[in-house]
C-alpha cells in the first residue's frame, strides 16, 4: 500500500519531458475512512471533479495544442491519485506527439482509470471531457447556491475539526435546505499548505444550528488533510450529529499547480453537479 509520505510532495522533482503514465501515484482511500468508522457498504456515492487547466502537447507536426480536461472520478474508486504526481504525469504530454485529442483523452482516461481503481477486483472508467480553445469562452463562472452563513456574526475559537459543535433541532419540524460557506480551509496532509475552498451542504431532516455549523466548518481551518478526506470527514460527521434523512456535501477548492479537486458526496442517488468553477477558482 502506498502512502502519502511516498509521494513527489514535499519534494523537490525533475518534470519528465515526455508521456509517462508510471509518474501517476495512487493513494489508498481506506486508512482515512477506516478512521472515520467507514466500511462497506459507504453511507455516500458521489465523485471527485478535477479540473486540469495545465494540459499541453504537440500536434503530428510539432504544433503545441492547449486544452482544459475536465475529470470525474467515482468515490467508489479504492484510490486517489496524488495531485502533484497528477501535475507531472499531465506534463508528460508537453513534448509528445499526438494524432488527435481524442487520443489524449482516451491515454488520459485509461491511465486514471488504472491508478484510481488499482488493486480492485473489478475496475471501471473515470470521465474524461477536453476543451479546446474555441470552447473556453463558454466556460461559466458560477457560485455555489444556498443560503450562506457567512453573513452570520459570530466568535470562533476552535480551528481543528470539532464535530461536537454540530447540533440540529431534532423536536421541531424537519427542514429542507441548502447552505452554503467560503470559509473552509485545511492545508495539505503531507506539505502543509493551505487549501482554500467553498463548500455547500444539501439536506433534508432536522434543521441544523447555523451558527455551530459555520463554526465547525471554521474549525478545520488548521487541519491537514486531502480535499477528498476533508468532505468525507464533514459527512460524516453531520451524518452522525444532525441525523439528516438525506445529505449532499460538496466543496469546490481553489486550483494549485493546475488543478483543482471537488468532491461530492451524497446519501442519496442524484446527479453529480457540473464541473463549474466559483470566482476564486
Known amino acids: 500500500?502506498?502512502?502519502?509520505?511516498?509521494?513527489?510532495?514535499?519534494?523537490?522533482?525533475?518534470?519528465?519531458?515526455?508521456?509517462?503514465?508510471?509518474?501517476?501515484?495512487?493513494?489508498?482511500?481506506?486508512?482515512?475512512?477506516?478512521?472515520?468508522?467507514?466500511?462497506?457498504?459507504?453511507?455516500?456515492?458521489?465523485?471527485?471533479?478535477?479540473?486540469?487547466?495545465?494540459?499541453?502537447?504537440?500536434?503530428?507536426?510539432?504544433?503545441?495544442?492547449?486544452?482544459?480536461?475536465?475529470?470525474?472520478?467515482?468515490?467508489?474508486?479504492?484510490?486517489?491519485?496524488?495531485?502533484?504526481?497528477?501535475?507531472?504525469?499531465?506534463?508528460?504530454?508537453?513534448?509528445?506527439?499526438?494524432?488527435?485529442?481524442?487520443?489524449?483523452?482516451?491515454?488520459?482516461?485509461?491511465?486514471?482509470?488504472?491508478?484510481?481503481?488499482r488493486g480492485a477486483p473489478t475496475r471501471a472508467t473515470v470521465g474524461v471531457r477536453l476543451l479546446g480553445p474555441e470552447q473556453f469562452d463558454a466556460e461559466p463562472i458560477h457560485e455555489l447556491d444556498g443560503l450562506c452563513l457567512d453573513r452570520l456574526d459570530i466568535e470562533c475559537s476552535q480551528y481543528t475539526p470539532a464535530p461536537e459543535l454540530l447540533t440540529a433541532a431534532f423536536d421541531e419540524q424537519p427542514v429542507d435546505e441548502v447552505l452554503t460557506s467560503n470559509l473552509l480551509k485545511s492545508n495539505c496532509l503531507v506539505t502543509g499548505q493551505p487549501d482554500w475552498g467553498s463548500v455547500q451542504i444539501r439536506y433534508c431532516g432536522p434543521q441544523i444550528d447555523q451558527g455551530g455549523l459555520l463554526r465547525y466548518l471554521v474549525s478545520f481551518r488548521n487541519h491537514n488533510e486531502f480535499h477528498e478526506q476533508c468532505v468525507e470527514r464533514i459527512f460524516v460527521d453531520l451524518w452522525k450529529r444532525c441525523q439528516p434523512a438525506k445529505l449532499a456535501v460538496y466543496a469546490r477548492y481553489t486550483r494549485r499547480g493546475g488543478l483543482d479537486i471537488n468532491p461530492f458526496r451524497s446519501s442519496h442517488p442524484m446527479a453529480a453537479p457540473r464541473n463549474v468553477r466559483t470566482a476564486r477558482q
Open 1 to 117: 500500500m502506498t502512502t502519502p509520505e511516498q509521494s513527489q510532495l514535499g519534494k523537490p522533482s525533475a518534470y519528465a519531458d515526455s508521456y509517462d503514465p508510471a509518474l501517476l501515484f495512487p493513494i489508498s482511500r481506506e486508512p482515512k475512512r477506516l478512521e472515520l468508522g467507514l466500511r462497506q457498504p459507504l453511507p455516500f456515492s458521489g465523485a471527485d471533479l478535477w479540473t486540469a487547466f495545465e494540459l499541453s502537447w504537440l500536434t503530428p507536426r510539432g504544433k503545441p495544442h492547449v486544452a482544459i480536461a475536465h475529470l470525474t472520478v467515482p468515490c467508489e474508486t479504492p484510490n486517489i491519485v496524488e495531485s502533484k504526481s497528477f501535475k507531472l504525469y499531465l506534463n508528460s504530454f508537453s513534448n509528445t506527439s499526438f494524432g488527435s485529442a481524442d487520443e489524449v483523452r482516451e491515454r488520459i482516461r485509461a491511465d486514471v482509470s488504472e491508478a484510481v481503481w
